[in-house]
């Protein structure tokens, strides 16, 4: 596989989702994982973080909502891409828009969900990013 190949698709993929509303996150991971994806759960990004050096070199997505208590989504995307540059961040949140949201500057390797979100998006969005083109990972 040289630079820029999409990586093989083999196997179930794995998402990390990182969201702090009990109801949001059993959603997501329910919708993910009867799609065929797995899943780790997470409340906030210190647990996140924590997962995700455990299993950095077997996760392909991370889902974290952005306004979250100690540790925000952005704050954890920043933290993730010192380990994993081209680690996927779809970035979720219900205060923030696309436009505002990216101007301070998620890295190109992310992408952002507005809530309330439909299923259909969602899935658009992960699919879209998990078959993206990505460079391959530094751990």
Excluded at 40 to 59: N, Y
Excluded at 74 to 97: K, M, N, W
Excluded at 100 to 110: C, I, K, L, Q, Y
Aim: charged share 25%; aromatic share 6%.
């Amino acid at each position: 596989m040289t630079e820029g190949d999409a990586e093989p698709t083999k196997g179930p993929r794995t998402i990390l989702v990182v969201e702090d509303e009990e109801i949001v996150l059993t959603m997501v991971t329910r919708l993910l994982w009867d799609e065929g994806y797995r899943t780790l759960e997470a409340r906030d990004g210190a647990q996140a973080l924590h997962l995700a050096h455990l299993s950095i070199a077997h996760l392909d997505l991370v889902i974290t909502d952005v306004m979250m208590p100690a540790m925000d989504g952005r704050e954890l995307g920043r933290r993730l891409a010192q380990t994993c540059p081209d680690l996927p961040v779809l970035y979720i949140s219900g205060y923030f828009t696309g436009d505002v949201f990216h101007r301070d500057g998620p890295g190109p390797a992310s992408s952002f969900l507005h809530k309330p979100f439909t299923n259909d998006d969602l899935m658009a969005k992960v699919k879209g990013l998990l078959t993206a083109p990505r460079r391959a990972r530094r751990l």
